[in-house]
């Protein structure tokens, strides 16, 4: 298990393959750099994953979950860069998860009500959205001493949720590519991480867990 978590760790720590929008990175020295590399070292140390994601004494909530919020960020646009070209306006014409779940776009600003777009578009607006909050320094902030804000844990559901649905849109629809690439176990594993993690804070609704339900009993005990 410890081969196959290290292998999972040098696939999703690659910076030649495709990424979706460049990675977001902490400052050295920095608290949150420290929980990153205690986090990542755990999750490469094979420590059931279950075990991994519980906040470590002494340590912030707030940190812990910004920290996870911006390495699940990462991953998932590096795992949506694997399969984005087969991704087109013309294969997902709707940013959907199978016949029952379609996903509308609204973020109040360009698109004030929520509305139909196709997957690459959807999934680009998305991304563009998660990095511009993990931005914004008045959310997430990097300095010593500078408060979350009050609202922090809302925006963070909000935010995982909206990653949740790309877990979602390449799962069901291209999971034959990420098979043919030979990624499916890394990719499982990093849902898994996700999953146990959102699960630990309750950071997901079930009802938005739901179009990955009967997979999620399989990989996920």
């Known amino acids: 298990m410890a081969g196959g978590r290290s292998n999972f760790m040098q696939f999703f720590s690659r910076d030649k393959v495709n990424t979706f929008r460049p ?8 608290l949150k750099f420290n929980l990153h590399k205690q986090a990542n070292a755990s ?9 991994v994601v519980k906040l470590p004494a002494g340590e912030d909530l707030n940190d812990w979950v910004a920290v996870h919020v911006v390495d699940f960020f990462n991953r998932i646009n590096l795992l949506y860069g694997t399969i984005c070209e087969y991704c087109t306006e013309q294969t997902c014409p709707t940013m959907s998860g199978g016949p029952k779940y379609e996903y509308h776009w609204c973020d109040g600003i360009h698109y004030k009500k929520p509305t139909a777009l196709p997957a690459p578009q959807y999934i680009t607006l998305l991304m563009e959205w998660v990095e511009s909050q993990i931005n914004d320094e008045t959310i997430f902030p990097v300095k010593v001493g500078v408060p979350f804000p009050k609202n922090f844990l809302q925006t963070v559901k909000k935010i995982l949720t909206r990653l949740f649905r790309v877990f979602v849109h390449v799962y069901i629809h291209h999971f034959d590519k990420l098979v043919a690439i030979g990624a499916e176990a890394h990719v499982n594993t990093c849902y898994k991480h996700f999953y146990y ?11 938005e867990l739901e179009p990955l339900r009967e997979m999620t009993e399989k990989i996920c005990h």
């Open 43 to 51: 999750l490469n140390s094979g420590i059931d994953l279950k075990e």
């Open 23 to 30: 990675k977001k990175k902490f400052d050295q020295g920095t």
């Open 197 to 207: 993690f959102v699960s630990e804070y309750s950071l997901v609704d079930k009802k």
